[in-house]
């Protein structure tokens, strides 16, 4: 089969290289992919968005599935672009068309399709300028602190958490009038639920599911979870807490419900569903619906995948998911996220990365890195991932940080204490 995958980041590489691994692979393209994608497959110099080089790509060199990586393209519809042009049609592509992209796009969507099918979330209100009021009553009507959310995709800033009520207001009057432009128009004020994040990731053809690894990510810049959000710096998988009992609860209250809601509301789904979710008191619920692969999250659930991924994707392109089997590797696998010096803020790019080559015992999966005359350089905030596996996550990261010690590249920083919460 001929595969072209589409995205630059780290579980970019961490898909590429699994599926590099499969008999049935003839030729692997990744679109725009990074310098570690070009060392399993071919890299091609066409954007994420750009639909009609992908779609003329796609024919040219016999493509048989589009897989996506990051939710971009897709909320854009390029599921949609496939299925409306009479040449593409029959190029099956992972991930969902705009309909169902809307679990990610708009929390306001998302969190009435949780509550259509009673699938456990925090309570809610979403207000936009016209209803403004009755936004600032449910303020006052509930405790500290106070969760704001922008209704549609703001680069992973658009979730606000304020202590004051005053400030909640201020902050909840900015959003409407466009603090985060056409993605806060419209604000879902939430009920803060406390406890401890998880990632599950279920892969479906719309009609079966199969469950991915567990993960836990650390998406804030500072250890012991302080400072600004980032797209992650480090994840761990399996997650010591989430026991039999506590993943039965996932299946039972929020994986079926959300796929027979998918099925009963006519929205075709073939993809990744990435469900955010907070365990209170041992009760799992929803914080957010991704459609997609977690980052860094892929870079520690596919190592751990031990069967022919290829063969799996096959299945969900080919609506055959329910005959294929997920074997899953029982070590705990961990990765460290290497970034460049201010990342989430400004930071550098063309930085030269050196001893690559020395790396031992860990996987190195490239996210922001790009090749320029011989060199690897890096080519975004998150630049590298080094994966380790081990008995427990602590053995595994023990590997990932004597690496992160050796990778070297100006103002490199990663954090030190992944899975502290642990
Ligand atoms: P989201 O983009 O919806 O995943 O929100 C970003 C982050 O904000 C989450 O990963 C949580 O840490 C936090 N968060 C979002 N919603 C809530 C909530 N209702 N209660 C507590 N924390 C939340
Ligand atoms: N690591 C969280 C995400 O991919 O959204």
């Not at 406390?194 to 836990?216: H, M, N, Q, R, W």
Request: net charge neutral; aromatic share 8%; glycine share 10%.
């Amino acid at each position: 089969m001929n595969l072209l995958l589409i995205g630059s980041g780290g579980r970019e590489h961490a898909l590429a290289w699994i599926i590099s691994k499969s008999n049935k692979l003839n030729k692997l393209y990744i679109a725009p992919g990074n310098a570690g994608t070009s060392s399993v497959g071919e890299n091609i110099n066409i954007n994420v968005n750009d639909f009609e080089a992908l779609g003329k790509f796609s024919i040219k060199n016999s493509i048989d599935i589009v897989l996506v990586g990051p939710e971009d393209p897709l909320a854009n519809g390029i599921h949609d672009y496939y299925l409306e042009s009479s040449e593409l049609k029959n190029i099956p592509v992972i991930g969902p068309a705009k309909k169902g992209a809307k679990l990610e796009g708009s929390k306001d969507f998302a969190k009435e399709f949780m509550s259509r099918h009673g699938i456990p979330t925090a309570k809610y209100k979403s207000v936009s300028l016209e209803n403004l009021n009755v936004g600032l009553k449910f303020l006052d009507n509930m405790p500290a602190p106070y969760v704001l959310k922008a209704d549609g995709l703001a680069a992973g800033k658009g979730v606000l958490i304020l202590n004051s009520l005053q400030e909640a207001k201020s902050e909840l009057k900015q959003m409407l009038e466009g603090k985060f432009g056409e993605a806060s128009k419209k604000v879902v004020i939430e009920e803060f639920l406390s406890g401890i994040e998880l990632s599950v990731f279920v892969l479906t053809d719309g009609k079966s599911y199969k469950i991915l690894p567990v993960a836990k990510d650390y998406k804030r810049i500072g250890e012991g979870d302080s400072g600004l959000n980032t797209g992650g710096m480090g994840a761990v998988s399996p997650v010591p807490f989430a026991d039999n009992k506590f993943m039965n609860k996932i299946e039972e209250q929020i994986i079926i419900p959300t796929i027979k809601g998918l099925q009963k509301e006519n929205i075709p789904y073939k993809g990744f569903i990435f469900f955010g979710l907070i365990n209170c008191n041992g009760n799992p619920y929803v914080i957010e619906y991704n459609v997609r692969m977690g980052d860094p999250e892929a870079e520690v659930v596919i190592p751990r995948l031990d069967c022919d991924f290829l063969d799996i994707l096959e299945g969900v392109a080919f609506n055959k998911l329910k005959e294929k089997e997920i074997k899953i590797k029982p070590e705990t696998c961990a990765t460290v996220m290497m970034v460049s010096g201010g990342y989430p803020g400004a930071y550098e790019k063309g930085l030269e990365i050196t001893n690559l080559e020395k790396v031992k015992n860990s996987i190195v999966f490239h996210a922001g890195t790009k090749n320029e005359n011989n060199k690897v350089l890096t080519n975004g905030g998150r630049v590298i991932a080094l994966s380790s596996f081990g008995k427990n996550f602590k053995e595994a990261l023990a590997k990932s940080y004597e690496n992160a010690d050796i990778i070297n590249f100006d103002k490199k920083y990663f954090r030190k204490d992944i899975g502290f919460d642990l």
